[in-house]
């Protein structure tokens, strides 16, 4: 089993990952599709005059601050045109694909985290009325279903609360923790980067290699987003996936490219 993550960020080639990730499966792999969708929804969000809300926690890390408006414009994009995107996609490419979010079946499922500490203007503030919360359970029940019946699977954020409440995760972490519950072989994190790079943005500074066992102390090399995707990668290896795999979705054969080790391997 494979789990692809795909991101939402300008320059990702959806056409190229859906592409691959058929032919692929036309041969017998067994292939599980994650997407984001951050760009999208930014762009709509302003459209409809909320525009997003981007807070920086004490330890570094940034996330979106989801209140109830946002969480609505977010599945809009995510579940809505992005996945349907996708999906009419491989369908056009023959591959019959079933999109569907964490709240469906309870495939993602996580505790709400209702307030956020942010720093803002050099203070940390309390935010409440979050949306957010990270996966915990990954319920496979229904994707097995679905793999054994023949559909590829197509997955995206928000999850299921504990108590049924849609919540905003991270959707490298979702993707982490659905290859750690499917023990799947390999995990990709496809990007708009060649890889975790030593001195972002230049290209030419990709780290090649990481020991499975050293992947937090890469932490330092990846500002914002890209932390959670080093940690995501932590997450996965320590969950006892055996590799996971920073690639490039902007081109070509993004999935066959990072299997064959181009990018960034976690092992
Ligand atoms: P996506 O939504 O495509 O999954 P994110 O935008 O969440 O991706 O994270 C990827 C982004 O992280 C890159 O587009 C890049 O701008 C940023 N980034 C920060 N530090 C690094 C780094 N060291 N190497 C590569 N990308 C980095």
Redo the contacts with the bound molecule.
């Keep these: 089993m494979i789990v692809v ?8 080639d959806y056409d190229a990952v859906c592409a691959d990730l058929a032919a692929r499966w036309k041969t017998g792999e067994r292939l599980i599709l994650v997407h ?4 999208e929804t930014n762009r709509v969000a302003e459209a409809l005059g909320h525009p997003p809300k981007f807070v920086t926690s004490p330890s570094g890390y940034t996330s979106r601050f989801t209140d109830r408006q946002t969480l609505e414009i977010f599945e809009m994009v995510y579940c809505g045109k992005i996945n349907k995107g996708i999906v009419e996609r491989l369908q056009r490419l023959g591959v019959n694909a079933v999109g569907l979010s964490g709240l469906d079946g309870r495939i993602f499922e996580g505790r709400h985290k209702d307030s956020v500490r942010a720093v803002e203007n050099g203070k940390v503030k309390v935010l409440r009325g979050d949306h957010t919360g990270t996966v915990e359970r990954v319920n496979t029940g229904l994707i097995d279903l679905l793999l054994n019946a023949g559909y590829l699977p197509v997955l995206t954020p928000p999850a299921a609360s504990y108590e049924g409440v849609a919540i905003n995760v991270d ?2 972490r979702a993707a982490a923790a659905l290859a750690v519950a499917l023990k799947a072989d390999a995990l990709l ?13 230049d290209e030419t500074s990709l ?1 090649r290699a990481i020991p499975a066992a050293d992947v937090e102390s890469y932490l330092e ?9 080093v940690l995501g990668a932590a997450e996965a290896v320590q969950g006892g996936v055996k590799r996971v795999i ?1 690639g490039d ?1 902007r081109a070509g054969l993004p999935i066959t490219a990072a299997l064959e080790g181009a990018g960034t391997v976690v092992s």
Excluded: E, T
């Design positions: 993550k795909v991101g939402g960020s300008a320059g990702i984001g969708g951050s760009g959707g490298d994190l496809l990007s708009n980067v060649p890889g975790l790079l030593r001195h972002y943005p780290i090399f990846a500002q914002d987003r890209m932390k959670k995707k920073f979705a």
